[in-house]
């Protein structure tokens, strides 16, 4: 595993660690036990007819990887410098699947007293993609549920 600055230790079943990134001018984070890599931004094949979201796929290392545009996904511009862009490819059980984001930032420890549920905090938000809230000092990540984008 990679030490990204501002990793810090959790001591037993305290909360979570979390790979924190940039979508537009908004933070998000994902559970880092899902995350396999972040790879830099590959050349893409476009799949003919697949979901407006689906960016199509890639070859990583012989695998092929179906790539998910979030910003298309959430209707959010892109922002940031096309460099910093990443892929971050994920897994649940036998299936893949990567993420583009603009800016990968850092691995957190959240701590689970720090982290809301959404329907606690607004509750017309649409928590289909959202599991939490989580507050880290002056800062806002919304905790993405990557198995519900990819359904």
Do not use: W
């Not at 001591?11 to 036990?33: C, M, N, T």
């Amino acid at each position: 595993m990679v030490n990204l600055p501002g990793e810090e230790e959790l001591s037993g079943d305290d909360g979570i660690q979390v790979v924190a990134f940039r979508l537009g001018k908004e933070e998000y984070a994902v559970d880092i036990l899902h995350v396999q890599e972040i790879v830099r931004l590959l050349s893409i094949t476009r799949v003919p007819r697949s979901a407006r979201h689906i960016e199509g796929v890639v070859n990583l290392r012989g695998n092929i990887v179906p790539i998910i545009n979030l910003h298309r996904r959430f209707n959010i511009e892109s922002a940031g410098e096309e460099e910093d862009k990443r892929i971050v490819v994920f897994h649940f059980d036998d299936f893949k699947a990567g993420i583009i984001v603009d800016e990968v930032s850092e691995v957190l420890a959240l701590n689970s007293n720090n982290i809301e549920e959404t329907d606690k905090v607004y509750s017309s938000m649409s928590s289909d993609f959202i599991k939490g809230i989580a507050r880290v000092d002056n800062r806002l990540f919304l905790l993405l549920d990557l198995q519900k984008i990819i359904e």
